[in-house]
C-alpha cells in the first residue's frame, strides 16, 4: 500500500558477481574477479579468483580453475580449485580433478584422476579428448 | 559560478512559470544564482556551453530533463565542469537515481553541493549515462576481445546498464543482462520463463549481419556493429542524499 509505485525493482548481481544463465552460451577464455553461477552452456576455459557455482542445467566443456566450486551439472575437462570442490549428486565430470579439499554426495560421477594438493596446484592433468567421452 | 541552462519546454510551458520563478528565488536565497542560458531550436546547446566556460562558469546546472542532460553530457564530460540538475516536468529518471527531488527543492541540493564522479558510458562513440537496450537480441557478442556470448533461446533481450537501481556508477563496469525466454516442458504443457544472465564489463562488440536496433537512453540508433565501452569516473554531478548508488 506505502510501495512507491514508480521504482522498478531489478534484480541484480552482488557486487562483481557473473551469471550465465540457461538460454546463454559462451565461448571462449572467461575470466573473472568475481563470484560465477553457471546454468548455461561454456566452451573453451573458465577462471576465477572467487568461488564458481555449476547448477544442474549446466553445460561445461572447458577447463575450469576457481578458489571454491560447487558442481551440480556437466563438467567435460580439468577442474583445478584451490580450496573446496563440492560435487553434488546430479554432477557429472569427465576430467581429472585437482583441489586441496572435496566433498562428493551420492549419485555423483567423476570420470578422470582426483589428486589433493594443498592450494590445488600442481599435479599433471592430462588434457581431455572430449570425443573419447 | 554557476550557469543555468533553462529547456525549451520549460519556456514554453506556462505551467512551468511559476516553479521557475520560485526557483530563481530560492537560489538567489541561498547565493547561488548566476547566469541563465535558454535553449532553443536553432541553438547549439554544446557551443553555448563551451562559451560559458571560457567565461569562468564552472557548474553548468540543467533545468529540465532526461533529454537535456543528454544534450549537454558530452561538452560537461569533456571540459571537466560539474554538472547540476534542476529537474521540471516528465522524464526525470536520472535526477531520480542521483537522489534530486524535482522543482524548487533541488536548489538545497545544489547548495549542498554533494560532487560523485561517475562512469560514462560509450556506444560507437556516443556516450550515456543510464543504459542501453536491445529488445530483439540475436546478435553475436564479444567481450573484452576474450570470449563470445550469444543467445541459443528463440527469444532474448539484452540490456546495458550503468546508472541503474541496482547498479554502481563508480565501479569502472557496465552490466550487459541478457534475459533468454527458456521453456520447459513440453507442447502445450511448456512454460516459457525469463532467465537473466548478467556479465559485469568493461568493453563489448555486438555484430550482426543485419542491422539491428539498440536504444541510448531511451534513443533509437541503427548498425550492424555496435562497440560499446566505459570512461571511469568522467563525470562530475551534484547528487542528494536520496541516490540509488
Known amino acids: ?133 | 559560478m554557476y550557469c543555468y541552462l533553462y529547456d525549451e519546454y520549460i519556456q514554453e510551458n506556462k505551467r512551468f512559470e511559476r516553479e521557475l520563478l520560485r526557483i530563481e528565488n530560492r537560489l538567489t536565497d541561498l547565493g547561488i544564482a548566476g547566469k541563465v542560458s535558454r535553449l532553443a531550436l536553432f541553438r547549439d546547446a554544446q557551443e553555448m556551453i563551451r562559451d560559458e566556460i571560457e567565461r569562468g562558469v564552472s557548474t553548468i546546472v540543467v533545468v529540465g530533463n532526461d533529454e537535456t542532460i543528454r544534450k549537454v553530457i558530452d561538452v560537461v564530460a569533456d571540459n571537466e565542469v560539474v554538472l547540476g540538475i534542476i529537474p521540471i516536468g516528465p522524464g526525470n529518471e536520472l535526477a531520480r537515481m542521483m537522489g534530486i527531488p524535482e522543482g524548487v527543492a533541488a536548489c538545497d541540493v545544489l547548495s549542498a553541493r554533494r560532487v560523485e564522479k561517475i562512469d560514462v558510458g560509450t556506444v560507437n562513440g556516443r556516450r550515456f549515462v543510464t543504459g542501453l537496450t536491445m529488445p530483439n537480441f540475436h546478435a553475436e557478442i564479444t567481450c573484452e576481445d576474450k570470449f563470445r556470448v550469444t543467445s541459443i533461446a528463440r527469444q532474448a533481450e539484452l540490456e546495458i546498464r550503468n546508472l541503474a537501481d541496482v547498479t554502481d556508477p563508480r565501479d569502472g563496469r557496465f552490466e550487459a543482462v541478457i534475459r533468454a525466454a527458456v521453456k520447459k516442458g513440453w507442447g502445450i504443457f511448456g512454460k516459457t520463463t525469463l532467465k537473466e544472465s548478467i556479465l559485469p564489463l568493461k568493453s563489448m562488440a555486438i555484430r550482426s549481419e543485419q542491422p539491428i536496433s539498440l536504444f541510448v537512453d531511451g534513443e533509437e540508433m541503427k548498425s550492424t556493429r555496435f562497440d560499446i565501452g566505459i570512461e571511469p569516473l568522467l563525470l562530475k554531478v551534484i547528487t542528494g542524499k536520496a541516490r540509488v548508488f
Not at chain 1, 544442474?56 to 566443456?61: F, M, N, S, Y
Not at chain 1, 546430479?90 to 554426495?105: E, L, M, P, Q
Open chain 1, 1 to 133: 500500500m506505502f510501495k512507491d509505485k514508480n521504482k522498478t525493482v531489478m534484480p541484480s548481481s552482488n557486487a562483481g558477481e557473473t551469471i550465465i544463465a540457461q538460454g546463454v552460451r559462451v565461448e571462449g577464455d572467461f575470466r573473472s574477479q568475481g563470484d560465477v553461477i553457471i546454468e548455461g552452456e561454456v566452451a573453451g576455459s573458465v577462471e576465477t579468483q572467487r568461488a564458481l557455482t555449476v547448477g544442474e542445467t549446466a553445460k561445461i566443456h572447458a577447463d575450469v580453475k576457481a578458489k571454491s566450486a560447487v558442481v551440480a551439472g556437466e563438467v567435460v575437462g580439468n577442474i583445478f580449485v584451490q580450496e573446496m570442490l563440492e560435487l553434488l549428486a546430479t554432477s557429472h565430470v569427465k576430467g581429472d580433478v585437482v583441489t586441496a579439499r572435496i566433498s562428493v554426495a551420492a549419485g555423483a560421477r567423476i570420470n578422470g584422476k582426483v589428486s589433493m594438493e594443498e592450494g590445488g596446484k600442481g599435479g599433471k592433468v592430462e588434457k581431455v579428448d572430449e570425443e573419447e567421452s
